[in-house]
C-alpha cells in the first residue's frame, strides 16, 4: 500500500513563528503536493513538485515555501505563521502518468495547524 | 477557467436510504479527468473513481455508482442503500490533462451524515 506520511497530526504554533510540515511517501512517486483545506473552500494546491528540488507555485503560494531535498520528502514551510493559516494541510503523491493516463493521487492524514 | 461546485454542503439521511452528491464542472479543455474521493473522520482522502473525459460509461462498484453527463459538465456519485460507515465528506475533482499529473481543483465537498 502506498503511503504518505505527515509528521503531525496536530500543531498549535504562535504568530511569526518559522514552522515546518513534513511529508514522507514510500513509492517512489515522483511528484508530490500540499494542499490547504478550508470549511466551504475545499482543498485549494499551494505549492507541488515534479522531481528532487524543482517546485512549483500552486494557486495560494503567498506566505508559504517549500523544500524536496530528496524523492520521499517534501517540506511546507510557513516563514512567518499568521492566524490566517490557521488550517489542515494536506500533503500528496502520484506517480508520472502510465500508459499515457494520469493516475490517481495519494494523500496523508493531514495537519491541523492552529496559529496563535 | 477550472471550477467544480458541489452545492450541497451537508446532507443527512437514515441507513438504507439512497442518496446523490452532485457535482458539476467547468473547464475549457477537451481533455481532463473527473475524480472523487471520500474523506472519513481521520482526515486522509481516500481515492474512489477517476474517469477520463472520452469515458462517459457510467460505472457502478458495489453500492456506489457515477452518473457521467459530458453534456451537462456533470459528474453525480450515488451510494445505494447507505451505511453508517458512508458517512464523510465527499470530494468531486477536476484534472485537466495537460500536466503529467494530477493537478487537482477541487470542490467544496459535501458532507453526508448516515443516521443508523
Known amino acids: 500500500d502506498v503511503k504518505v506520511t505527515q509528521s503531525s497530526r496536530y500543531l498549535v504554533k504562535r504568530t511569526g513563528e518559522k514552522v515546518f510540515l513534513e511529508c514522507v511517501q514510500d513509492m517512489d512517486h515522483e511528484n508530490m503536493f500540499w494542499y490547504r483545506q478550508d470549511p466551504g473552500l475545499g482543498l485549494r494546491l499551494i505549492y507541488f513538485s515534479y522531481d528532487v528540488k524543482m517546485k512549483e507555485k500552486g494557486d495560494i503560494p503567498e506566505g508559504y515555501s517549500v523544500s524536496r531535498e530528496k524523492k520521499e520528502r517534501f517540506s511546507l514551510i510557513l516563514e512567518s505563521a499568521s492566524t490566517n493559516q490557521t488550517s489542515m494541510y494536506l500533503c500528496a503523491s502520484s506517480p508520472e502518468r502510465w500508459r499515457g493516463w494520469n493516475t490517481e493521487a495519494f494523500f496523508g492524514q493531514g495537519t491541523r495547524l492552529t496559529v496563535v | 477557467a477550472q471550477k467544480v461546485t458541489q452545492a450541497q454542503t451537508e446532507i443527512s439521511v437514515v441507513e438504507k436510504e439512497d442518496v446523490t452528491l452532485d457535482c458539476v464542472y467547468e473547464?475549457?479543455?477537451?481533455?481532463?479527468?473527473l475524480f472523487w474521493y471520500k474523506q472519513p473522520p481521520s482526515g486522509e482522502l481516500v481515492f474512489l473513481i477517476r474517469r477520463n473525459s472520452f469515458d462517459e460509461q457510467n460505472e457502478i462498484s458495489g453500492r456506489y455508482s457515477w452518473n457521467f453527463q459530458k453534456s451537462t459538465s456533470s459528474f453525480n456519485f450515488t451510494i445505494t442503500a447507505s451505511q453508517v460507515v458512508d458517512s464523510a465528506v465527499y470530494f468531486c475533482a477536476l484534472a485537466p490533462s495537460l500536466y503529467n499529473f494530477n493537478k487537482f481543483y477541487f470542490g467544496s465537498g459535501t458532507k453526508l451524515n448516515v443516521k443508523p
Open positions: 473547464t475549457r479543455d477537451t481533455t481532463y479527468y
